[in-house]
């Protein structure tokens, strides 16, 4: 069109329309794409949602209400395992930050038999988690009580509480946690299989806006790759959309595990490993009948082409 700038095309572009997770202490993470001006530089007009879980991010995809939305991938097999058609086209958050934390009188992890462990519900992260963990050191599921408790907050404050002797939180709460409790089972450690966040997007989407998937996904490596090399800026980005006090601790700690671990790619995989694992779990606990082929479940051409777009990672 003659004479028509970036801004002005920008203005009259379709918005890609990305649901997330509420924010919380590692939302500068999450949200520099956004706030950071990276979607733009791509030519994306982004339009963010946020939902309080991945099954309502789901569920906005499936209905066409949004073009991608990033959670936790079991899901999505379980969606397609049912028909639907959707895709993981990355994942970023590859290490899952959660714990079991505990009464610093439970210790050592054997000591979980009889305790209650506030989880979420069933086929959810922190249930799996903590199924996973109690199997790894030799318990059964049926010698504790696994209590379904709500979100992080409500588990949390269960376990402050004295409701429950353990509980499946993210290390969001560890800076502030009484000294009455301790961190006994790492995610990380237990799970190391455990993808917790990846990018999900239709088939009708890709076929109808593959370009803009792919601006989408370069857009997203980029804005990942400066968060996690501007401790400062990222910092200071989770406290602003929290809306957390100048000392409040968690944003920071939160993004130090994250680089001290590598929990977060800018590059985007999608780990066939990782994603066959969590599908097993799946289909040992009932949840799936088969493992779903990974070109059931993902398009990774997608990532390719973003790869490119987005410049080698440094």
């Known amino acids: 069109v003659f004479g028509l700038t970036p801004q002005s095309a920008l203005a009259q572009a379709k918005p890609w329309k990305h649901a ?37 991010g789901l569920k906005a995809l499936i209905a066409g209400e949004v073009d991608s939305f990033e959670g936790g ?28 934390y505990a009464r610093s009188d439970v210790q050592p992890v054997a000591a979980l038999k009889g305790p209650s462990i506030a989880v979420s519900s069933p086929n959810t992260m922190p249930d799996l988690l903590a199924r996973a963990a109690l199997a790894k050191y030799g318990i059964k599921t049926d010698e504790v009580k696994l209590a379904a408790v709500g979100g992080d ?39 190391p299989n455990f993808l917790r966040v990846c990018l999900a997007t239709s088939g009708k989407v890709l076929k109808e806006r593959g370009d803009d ?9 980029q804005a990942l790759r400066f968060a996690l090399s501007h401790r400062d800026e990222t910092v200071a980005l989770t406290k602003e959309i ?33 994603i066959n694992w969590m599908q097993q779990q799946m289909v040992q606990a009932g949840k799936l009948k088969a493992v779903l082929p990974m070109d059931q479940i993902s398009a990774p051409e997608y990532r390719e082409k973003a790869l490119k777009l987005a410049g080698a990672s440094h």
Not at 213 to 221: D, N
Request: proline share 6%; with cysteine; glycine share 8%.
């Open 20 to 56: 997330l997770l509420n924010a919380k202490a590692d939302a500068g993470i999450f949200i520099m794409l956004d706030k950071g001006g990276f979607a733009a530089k791509q030519g994306l007009k982004l339009d963010i949602m946020q939902v309080k879980d991945d099954q309502i």
């Open 73 to 100: 991938p079991q899901g999505v097999f379980a969606a397609v395992a049912r028909g639907a058609d959707v895709k993981i086209i990355g994942c970023h958050w590859t290490v899952v930050p959660h714990g079991i």
């Open 153 to 191: 907050r409500e588990r949390y404050q269960a376990l402050v509480g004295g409701v429950v002797e353990a509980a499946v939180v993210s290390n969001e709460y560890q800076p502030a946690m009484p000294k009455t409790l301790h961190l006994l089972v790492a995610g990380r450690d237990a799970v």
């Open 213 to 221: 998937a792919v601006h989408f996904l370069a857009a997203e490596m």
């Open 242 to 274: 929290i809306h957390a006090k100048a000392d409040d601790p968690r944003p920071a700690f939160v993004f130090d595990d994250a680089v001290a671990h590598h929990a977060v790619d800018p590059d985007l995989p999608i780990p066939a490993d990782k």
